[in-house]
């Protein structure tokens, strides 16, 4: 079953627009092109999750910046993943204002290949040599791109887009036997190390339109093959039963090298954990923005996998995999084969029905059938987010669930 595409657009545009005129108001509830949606969840979710989540993770840095902040080792701090997924969130939002500071933030805190450095103290500013993160920078290019459609009157944002995503071409992509691999950061990682949780092909393709747009031949041309590339690796290093991938994997899909101690994240390197769980959430975009179709057959086999009973299974050639056993027994830690990562090592993660795990498998259900996806999001909505991670997964999660996480290249732009 295939839905058509429409958007509920109730703003006009103004007789004389200034620079805080939107095209496209909260909620747009834009119904896909490809795959299922549940009433089972709606924009009243999200809305009510947004002032909460601005309440207790948004903190001023003076009176022209922002930033989303956590507590790591009784310190505050904010990542450029954090602002990453701030601004993603607050330009689906359509809340300019709070989407001004946090841009402003980012932008006095960059390298010298104009990425955000990975991580700050409170409100210290500056280059700290700290480096960029490609998932942060990458969530940040999205938001520019999302504004420049949502105020167009507002110039900074297309510049800020254009030098973004050049930056992001040159500093954070290498190639690897023929295939655009994409490097964790932009001075570690490649070949040999990368993160299928970073991989975003509804972005690159989304980078190709803008080049397209900016008559960027060369640039076209890349983003289109990093995105269909991105499957080379992911699909290699899935499990063929479980669809589950590592947290950090190399170029052929294997175990990586030469990654910096930061890798090891909630787990293993090669288990299914915190960093990893992000997975479906952004190849469920390329599926839901795109109809790809590599996209829609690794979603249905982790749904599969969500699906299917916790008891041991066997393929056709004897290897041994688990099922999650539903919906609602998806734990947070998982060995590629399925089977529950449960063990002292990992504290209390393996042990929670968690957000970001429930909320990922939800998005990817929505490649499979209506009765999946209105059980999926039947559970997920019950969740609410308590930590900085999970509350802004989870909001992107829902944003996306509803039509509200929309692709700027295929809308009906006034």
């Given at each position: 079953m295939k839905l058509l595409f429409t958007l509920s657009l109730s703003c006009l545009f103004l007789l004389v627009p200034d620079a805080k005129s939107q095209n496209y108001p909260f909620p747009q509830n834009v119904v896909y092109r490809y795959g299922y949606m549940s009433p089972k969840i709606s924009y009243l979710d999200v809305k009510y999750e947004y002032q909460t989540w601005k309440e207790r993770f948004i903190k001023g840095c003076g009176k022209n910046e922002a930033r989303v902040y956590n507590v790591h080792n009784d310190k505050e701090v904010s990542l450029s993943e954090g602002l990453g997924y701030g601004m993603a969130i607050v330009v689906y939002m359509a809340d300019k204002d709070l989407f001004d500071k946090l841009l402003n933030y980012t932008l006095a805190r960059r390298n010298s290949h104009g990425l955000m450095n990975w991580h700050y103290e409170d409100c210290s500013t500056g280059?700290?040599?700290k480096n960029g993160a490609a998932d942060g920078d990458l969530d940040i290019a999205i938001s520019l791109v999302v504004a420049y459609k949502q105020w167009p009157a507002d110039k900074r944002y297309e510049h800020e887009a254009t030098n973004l995503i050049d930056s992001i071409q040159k500093y954070y992509f290498t190639e690897c036997n023929g295939i655009i691999v994409q490097k964790p950061g932009d001075y570690f990682g490649g070949c040999t190390c990368t993160n299928p949780s970073y991989f975003s092909p509804a972005y690159y393709r989304v980078f190709a339109k803008y080049a397209e747009e900016h008559s960027k031949k060369q640039s076209i041309v890349f983003w289109n093959k990093a995105a269909n590339d991105a499957y080379i690796p992911l699909l290699k290093n899935a499990n063929p039963n479980t669809g589950l991938v590592y947290a950090w994997t190399n170029s052929e899909g294997g175990n990586p090298s030469d990654c910096y101690y930061e890798v090891k994240g909630s787990g293993a390197f090669n288990t299914y954990q915190?960093?990893?769980?992000?997975?479906?959430?952004?190849?469920?975009?390329?599926f839901l923005w795109w109809g790809n179709k590599e996209a829609e057959s690794w979603l249905q086999k982790i749904t599969?996998?969500?699906?299917?009973?916790?008891?041991?299974q066997r393929d056709k050639t004897g290897n041994e995999w688990y099922g999650a056993g539903g919906i609602r027994n998806v734990i947070d830690g998982y060995y590629q084969n399925g089977l529950r990562r449960i063990g002292s090592d990992q504290g209390d993660a393996g042990r929670n029905h968690s957000s970001p795990f429930v909320g990922s498998f939800a998005?990817?259900?929505m490649s499979s059938s209506q009765a999946d996806v209105d059980a999926s999001m039947t559970e997920f909505v019950t969740l609410k987010g308590s930590g900085y991670y999970d509350s802004c997964t989870g909001l992107l999660y829902k944003l996306l669930a509803t039509g509200n996480f929309w692709n700027p290249y295929d809308v009906?732009?006034?």
């Amino acid at each position: 079953m295939k839905l058509l595409f429409t958007l509920s657009l109730s703003c006009l545009f103004l007789l004389v627009p200034d620079a805080k005129s939107q095209n496209y108001p909260f909620p747009q509830n834009v119904v896909y092109r490809y795959g299922y949606m549940s009433p089972k969840i709606s924009y009243l979710d999200v809305k009510y999750e947004y002032q909460t989540w601005k309440e207790r993770f948004i903190k001023g840095c003076g009176k022209n910046e922002a930033r989303v902040y956590n507590v790591h080792n009784d310190k505050e701090v904010s990542l450029s993943e954090g602002l990453g997924y701030g601004m993603a969130i607050v330009v689906y939002m359509a809340d300019k204002d709070l989407f001004d500071k946090l841009l402003n933030y980012t932008l006095a805190r960059r390298n010298s290949h104009g990425l955000m450095n990975w991580h700050y103290e409170d409100c210290s500013t500056g280059d700290n040599k700290k480096n960029g993160a490609a998932d942060g920078d990458l969530d940040i290019a999205i938001s520019l791109v999302v504004a420049y459609k949502q105020w167009p009157a507002d110039k900074r944002y297309e510049h800020e887009a254009t030098n973004l995503i050049d930056s992001i071409q040159k500093y954070y992509f290498t190639e690897c036997n023929g295939i655009i691999v994409q490097k964790p950061g932009d001075y570690f990682g490649g070949c040999t190390c990368t993160n299928p949780s970073y991989f975003s092909p509804a972005y690159y393709r989304v980078f190709a339109k803008y080049a397209e747009e900016h008559s960027k031949k060369q640039s076209i041309v890349f983003w289109n093959k990093a995105a269909n590339d991105a499957y080379i690796p992911l699909l290699k290093n899935a499990n063929p039963n479980t669809g589950l991938v590592y947290a950090w994997t190399n170029s052929e899909g294997g175990n990586p090298s030469d990654c910096y101690y930061e890798v090891k994240g909630s787990g293993a390197f090669n288990t299914y954990q915190y960093d990893a769980c992000r997975t479906p959430w952004r190849i469920a975009m390329d599926f839901l923005w795109w109809g790809n179709k590599e996209a829609e057959s690794w979603l249905q086999k982790i749904t599969r996998f969500v699906n299917t009973p916790l008891s041991i299974q066997r393929d056709k050639t004897g290897n041994e995999w688990y099922g999650a056993g539903g919906i609602r027994n998806v734990i947070d830690g998982y060995y590629q084969n399925g089977l529950r990562r449960i063990g002292s090592d990992q504290g209390d993660a393996g042990r929670n029905h968690s957000s970001p795990f429930v909320g990922s498998f939800a998005l990817a259900s929505m490649s499979s059938s209506q009765a999946d996806v209105d059980a999926s999001m039947t559970e997920f909505v019950t969740l609410k987010g308590s930590g900085y991670y999970d509350s802004c997964t989870g909001l992107l999660y829902k944003l996306l669930a509803t039509g509200n996480f929309w692709n700027p290249y295929d809308v009906v732009l006034k």
